[in-house]
Structures are given as structure tokens and as C-alpha cells.
């Protein structure tokens, strides 16, 4: 007899049979009497292993993340499991590719193998799935889920990148992005569009193309903006896959980085130290990051879930390269 014979008899997840049968607060009675009356009925017995570990938890933590070929999610998944282990909790990781489908599976199954807590990446769904009786903690992006979460200032980092363009002197700046609905891509957004207004520049439909984090977007982005018949002289890129779109792109349209287009970037991959041009970018402090997530997940994993949700905001750093300058000097004559 299993968990999944017992989950198709009451008709609940198997994430809820699980905790109700463990004890879980967070099971409602009526919940919890109609599967232990089926899990007796049908003679369902508990590991001997399973049993051992209810006292003190499974010393497990579940990472759902939407991505592992990005470099920057593989850094913090690496981050996070270093600062979990040393805490001496194990570390079950799933990737759910922006699915939301495969997100939901995730937390039943981390649910049923009664993780202590998760740290997730949440998948472009508008309505996400409910938290599943054990801490959780948003990473990165954001959903309406109530739970602690810790993010970067997306929107100050925009806006640093976008103003330094304009203090050279750029007023035609186009926004290469990946999805509306992620929270990231809307904070972005609108630290551009603050940075733009500063100086009085009405921002242009045609110059904010968004659509998904890949090199191949990165390069379709570009072939659209320099087909506009004004192109814009700066880009402001919201990842490094659009990054290498958008270099590869430039060097086959014949564009010289930075002379005949500047361009900056979010995140800071090591690899922007070695192109040509080196490429001027906004940090995200992924240590630190990955520490207070890790730091809130302890928190409600030893003194419970009774506590209003906390949100952290982590400050980033712009590092200075060399692939933004002044416009072309026919630009800036027309501009002025």
C-alpha cells in the first residue's frame, strides 16, 4: 500500500496525505480523519526509516528553479546548497523550465518526501500554486504567493544602467527584455522608463522588444531595432543569454561595440570581463543573496510560520567597462 493508492482513494494531493498522516498543523481535521480512516482501511503501514524521521525532520530542503543552463542559476543553486550543507540540511533540487505544470509537481512530490522547507524561483503562472503546509521562500522573482521572499532591485539597477547611457550623452535607448509576466522583466521595465523620463525622452514602443531570456531573441531584437528607421544608439539588455545574442548579432550586421552602438547589461557572468568589448553591467550580490533566503527558510523552519511574511530587498552595484560611449557625433548633433 502506498501514499499514491491512498491520495487516489480520498481524492487529495499526495502532499496532503503525506503531512496528515506525519502530523502536520497544517492539515485540517476533517482532512486528516478521512485519510487516516482510508490509510487504516486499507492497511497502509509507514517505513520504519519514515517513522525515525518525523521527530527531528528529514534535514532536506527542496530548490525549485526555472533553469539550470543559466549561468546564473547555476551559481545559485551551488550558493545555496553550500550554505545549506553547512547548516546540515541536504539539498533536493527540481527544474521546472517556466513551467507551471512541472511546478506544481515539484512541491507535491518535495511535499510527500517531507522536505523541511523550499526555496523557489516561482514559474510564470498568475495564480501559483498554494503553499503546501512547509516554509517557503521566493527567490528572485515574485508571485502573489504569501510567503518571505528576497529579490534584488531590479528596478534601481535598471535605472543606473539607463541613466549612465544617458549622462553620454544617449537619448535613442532601446530595452532588449525576456517575459512580461515575470516580475523581474516589469521591475526592469520600470527603471528604464524612470531613467528615460529623467531627461525628458518619451519612450518609444518599437524600442523595448520583450519576449523570452535567449541568445536567439537577443539577436532577432536587434535586427528589429536596427531595421527601425531610426535606430536606437544604446541598448540596455535584461540578460546575458540576450547579451550574446546581441554581440553575435551586431558583429554579422557589421556594427562596431561600442562606437556605432553602445550597449549595458543585467547580471555580471565572468565571461563579460573577457569579450571584446568588455561589457558594462549591473552585479547582483548572488552570495548574499542566496544567504538571507537561506537565513529566512532557518528562521520559519525553527520557530514556525505564525509571523507576517518578510520581504528583503538585495542592492546590486553597476561595474564600469567599456562597452557604452557617447553616440556617434551625427546622433548627437540631430539630438540636441
Given at each position: 500500500?502506498?501514499l499514491?493508492?491512498?491520495?487516489?482513494?480520498?481524492?487529495?494531493?499526495?502532499?496532503?496525505?503525506?503531512?496528515?498522516?506525519?502530523?502536520?498543523?497544517?492539515?485540517?481535521?476533517?482532512?486528516?480523519?478521512r485519510?487516516?480512516e482510508?490509510?487504516?482501511?486499507?492497511?497502509?503501514?509507514?517505513?520504519?526509516?519514515?517513522?525515525?524521521?518525523?521527530?527531528?525532520?528529514?534535514?532536506?530542503?527542496?530548490?525549485?528553479?526555472?533553469?539550470?543552463?543559466?549561468?546564473?542559476?547555476?551559481?545559485?543553486?551551488?550558493?545555496?546548497?553550500?550554505?545549506?550543507?553547512?547548516?546540515?540540511?541536504?539539498?533536493?533540487?527540481?527544474?521546472?523550465?517556466?513551467?507551471a505544470?512541472?511546478?506544481?509537481?515539484?512541491?507535491?512530490?518535495?511535499?510527500?518526501?517531507?522536505?523541511?522547507?523550499?526555496?523557489?524561483?516561482?514559474?510564470?503562472?498568475?495564480?501559483?500554486?498554494?503553499?503546501?503546509?512547509?516554509?517557503?521562500?521566493?527567490?528572485?522573482?515574485?508571485?502573489?504567493?504569501?510567503?518571505?521572499?528576497?529579490?534584488?532591485?531590479?528596478?534601481?539597477?535598471?535605472?543606473?544602467?539607463?541613466?549612465?547611457?544617458?549622462?553620454?550623452?544617449?537619448?535613442?535607448?532601446?530595452?532588449?527584455?525576456?517575459?512580461?509576466?515575470?516580475?523581474?522583466?516589469?521591475?526592469?521595465?520600470?527603471?528604464?522608463?524612470?531613467a528615460?523620463?529623467?531627461?525628458?525622452?518619451?519612450?518609444?514602443?518599437?524600442?523595448?522588444?520583450i519576449?523570452?531570456?535567449?541568445?536567439?531573441?537577443?539577436?532577432?531584437?536587434?535586427?528589429?531595432?536596427?531595421?527601425?528607421?531610426?535606430?536606437?544608439?544604446?541598448?540596455?539588455?535584461?540578460?546575458?543569454?540576450?547579451?550574446?545574442?546581441l554581440?553575435?548579432?551586431?558583429?554579422?550586421?557589421?556594427?562596431?561595440?561600442?562606437?556605432?552602438?553602445?550597449?549595458?547589461?543585467?547580471?555580471?557572468?565572468?565571461?563579460?570581463?573577457?569579450?571584446?568589448?568588455?561589457?558594462?553591467?549591473?552585479?547582483?550580490?548572488?552570495?548574499?543573496?542566496?544567504?538571507?533566503?537561506?537565513?529566512?527558510l532557518?528562521?520559519?523552519?525553527?520557530?514556525?510560520?505564525?509571523?507576517?511574511?518578510?520581504?528583503?530587498?538585495?542592492?546590486?552595484?553597476?561595474?564600469?567597462?567599456?562597452?557604452?560611449?557617447?553616440?556617434?557625433?551625427?546622433?548627437?548633433?540631430?539630438?540636441?
Amino acid at each position: 500500500m502506498s501514499l499514491k493508492q491512498i491520495a487516489r482513494e480520498t481524492g487529495v494531493a499526495m502532499s496532503t496525505v503525506s503531512r496528515a498522516l506525519n502530523g502536520h498543523p497544517h492539515v485540517d481535521e476533517h482532512t486528516r480523519a478521512r485519510v487516516q480512516e482510508v490509510a487504516d482501511r486499507l492497511g497502509y503501514r509507514p517505513s520504519v526509516a519514515a517513522r525515525a524521521l518525523r521527530g527531528s525532520g528529514t534535514r532536506t530542503v527542496g530548490v525549485v528553479l526555472p533553469d539550470m543552463m543559466n549561468h546564473f542559476y547555476a551559481r545559485t543553486v551551488s550558493m545555496l546548497q553550500d550554505q545549506l550543507e553547512d547548516r546540515g540540511y541536504g539539498v533536493v533540487l527540481a527544474v521546472t523550465n517556466n513551467d507551471a505544470n512541472r511546478e506544481r509537481a515539484a512541491l507535491d512530490r518535495l511535499a510527500a518526501a517531507d522536505v523541511d522547507g523550499i526555496i523557489i524561483v516561482p514559474s510564470i503562472v498568475r495564480l501559483p500554486p498554494k503553499p503546501v503546509g512547509i516554509p517557503i521562500v521566493e527567490l528572485n522573482r515574485e508571485s502573489s504567493r504569501d510567503c518571505d521572499k528576497v529579490c534584488y532591485d531590479e528596478a534601481d539597477g535598471a535605472y543606473s544602467l539607463v541613466t549612465y547611457l544617458t549622462e553620454l550623452g544617449h537619448r535613442s535607448i532601446a530595452m532588449v527584455g525576456g517575459e512580461a509576466s515575470y516580475s523581474t522583466t516589469r521591475r526592469r521595465a520600470a527603471g528604464y522608463q524612470r531613467a528615460l523620463n529623467d531627461v525628458g525622452v518619451e519612450m518609444r514602443p518599437e524600442w523595448q522588444q520583450i519576449r523570452t531570456h535567449s541568445r536567439e531573441w537577443g539577436a532577432e531584437a536587434l535586427r528589429r531595432l536596427m531595421a527601425l528607421p531610426e535606430p536606437p544608439t544604446a541598448v540596455f539588455a535584461s540578460s546575458s543569454e540576450l547579451v550574446l545574442g546581441l554581440l553575435v548579432e551586431a558583429r554579422r550586421l557589421g556594427l562596431q561595440v561600442p562606437h556605432d552602438l553602445s550597449f549595458v547589461a543585467f547580471g555580471d557572468p565572468e565571461w563579460y570581463e573577457v569579450v571584446a568589448p568588455e561589457v558594462t553591467s549591473y552585479e547582483q550580490p548572488i552570495n548574499q543573496t542566496a544567504s538571507i533566503a537561506v537565513q529566512l527558510l532557518a528562521n520559519r523552519m525553527s520557530q514556525g510560520t505564525q509571523d507576517a511574511p518578510t520581504k528583503v530587498v538585495v542592492q546590486g552595484r553597476v561595474m564600469m567597462r567599456n562597452s557604452a560611449v557617447q553616440p556617434p557625433e551625427k546622433v548627437r548633433k540631430r539630438s540636441q
